[in-house]
């Protein structure tokens, strides 16, 4: 697929979207910035706000095979990685998938299940496969968990630990939309313009396509030296226990280049990083009890840090 044909293909991906999930296209780029990059998302959002509706309008677009789980306190490992279960016919064991064996995974509130439940979910996330009773299965292309959580609820939850946040390219919020854009979604769901009538403008062998394409997308050393800067000042302020995780930095620059993608060049500007900085960084800082103290807001601290990081000439 040439060049043109990529980006008009991106294009279409958007506008199917956004033909549903309406009034959210920062949200969605984001989104589609993480798919190309081959990272997660986290959606921490009040209910009702569409963060269903946009893991399922996504895997609907991009013709890829779904799987959800709802997380409650009883769900177990094996609900998500599988298990192997022993075949009285042929006397032996046989593997049965669970639903992380699907492209896109929608892990809908993941604060509502026990912690060794939500750790099965690290291995999928950081390496691609999974282990079951000491067999390793790799997972399919593209792989992407988008996973739920409700802010707002604290009573029967269990909150992320670092490490599972850590495992999540972004942290988005999608908000309520303005009048207009909730007046035109009504009129689409009386009209029966549902995720439901959506049609595939893809393949997945066309994401994988597409995903290899941003890797291939320049990164000079200046904007390397760039990340560094900005996340090494994460690690000199004294506001948060600790800073930016190395894979934070990665996971940073590929943000970077998907996001010049989807801006139709081929190489890496300041701008991009600064596109993404928020939505990689912010979930990875945690404030210091002092700091919380004194009712410091960590997002307003980032976006000092972001714009006193000297940018590359």
């Known amino acids: 697929m040439v060049l043109e044909k990529k980006y008009e293909l991106v294009k279409r991906i958007r506008e199917s979207i956004n033909n549903v999930f309406v009034g959210k296209e920062d949200v969605v780029e984001l989104v589609l910035i993480c798919l190309l990059s081959g990272g997660h998302v986290l959606l921490e959002?009040?209910?009702?706000?569409?963060?269903?509706?946009?893991?399922?309008?996504?895997?609907?677009?991009?013709?890829c095979t779904m799987g959800r789980v709802q997380f409650t306190p009883d769900t177990m490992p094996s609900d998500i990685v599988g298990m192997s279960i022993y075949n009285m016919k042929t006397g032996e064991f046989e593997h049965?998938?669970?639903v992380i064996m699907n492209q896109i995974v929608l892990a809908?509130?993941?604060?509502?299940?026990?912690?060794?439940?939500q750790a099965s979910l690290l291995e999928a996330m950081a390496e691609?496969?999974?282990?079951?009773d000491g067999e390793?299965?790799?997972?399919p292309e593209p792989f992407m968990v988008i996973a739920t959580q409700n802010p707002v609820e604290f009573l029967g939850t269990y909150p992320l630990p670092e490490a599972q946040m850590d495992r999540f390219m972004m942290r988005l919020s999608i908000g309520y939309q303005e009048r207009n854009q909730e007046i035109r979604m009504a009129k689409q769901f009386l009209t029966g313009k549902t995720v439901e009538s959506l049609n595939s403008v893809c393949t997945c062998e066309e994401i994988k396509e597409l995903v290899q394409e941003v890797?291939?997308?320049?990164?000079?050393?200046?904007i390397i030296g760039y990340v560094e800067d900005m996340v090494e000042l994460t690690r000199q302020e004294k506001a948060f226990v600790y800073g930016v995780s190395p894979r934070g930095m990665?996971?940073?620059?590929?943000?970077?280049q998907a996001k010049a993608f989807l801006e139709q060049r081929n190489y890496v500007k300041p701008d991009d990083v600064k596109g993404v900085a928020k939505a990689v960084l912010l979930h990875r800082l945690i404030l210091t009890?002092?700091?919380r103290m004194r009712k410091t807001d960590a997002e307003a601290l980032l976006h000092s840090i972001i714009i006193k990081t000297k940018v590359p000439v």
């Open 45 to 63: 959002d009040v209910p009702g706000v569409g963060k269903t509706t946009l893991a399922k309008t996504l895997a609907k677009t991009i013709g």
């Open 96 to 98: 049965r998938d669970g």
């Open 108 to 117: 809908d509130e993941i604060n509502r299940t026990s912690p060794k439940t």
């Open 128 to 132: 691609g496969q999974v282990t079951v």
């Open 136 to 139: 390793i299965y790799p997972l």
């Open 215 to 222: 890797v291939q997308v320049e990164v000079k050393d200046p």
């Open 250 to 256: 990665l996971a940073l620059l590929r943000a970077a």
């Open 289 to 291: 009890g002092e700091a």
